[in-house]
């Protein structure tokens, strides 16, 4: 389920990149390849979609946010109050199993930054948005996104 949720997280930054401009947009590294970043918020001890995207696409940059964790390449930010910089230019804004209460927080930055957002709630939990999310079914995956 988790490799089909970054399947389909990499499927639609190509499937969009010739009808969206905003995807057209070309972010270069120092070695000049083509990147689109992607963030996961609240990533926490749960790795195996960014590591998914990580490993399997080298023109998707991964950040990784959580207010505390032990790995190094984890991004400590506070979401009530966001580092708006770190966001900038996302694409795409995830988060699997956010806690009820932060998932506006989450939709806020989404908002702010204009990119599409995934949530991935518990497997019984409402979500606790402004906007109407659709429900989206990809391979195994169940998850509500929308785009800002």
Known sequence: MWEDL???????????????EKLNEKKYNAKEEYKYKVVEIGVGNFFKVADYLKNTNNNIEVVMIDI????????????????IHIYKEAKIIYSI?????????????????????IIKPLFNEDLNIKTKMNLKNYKKAIFYQHQY
Do not use: M
């Open 68 to 83: 505390d964790s032990k790995r190094k390449d984890v991004i400590k930010d506070d979401i009530i109050n966001p580092k």
């Open 97 to 117: 199993r956010p806690p009820y209460e932060l998932q506006t927080c989450i939709e806020k930055i989404a908002i702010k930054i204009n990119a599409l957002l």
């Open 6 to 20: 970054g399947e389909y997280i990499e499927k639609f930054l190509y499937k969009n990149e010739s009808n969206n």
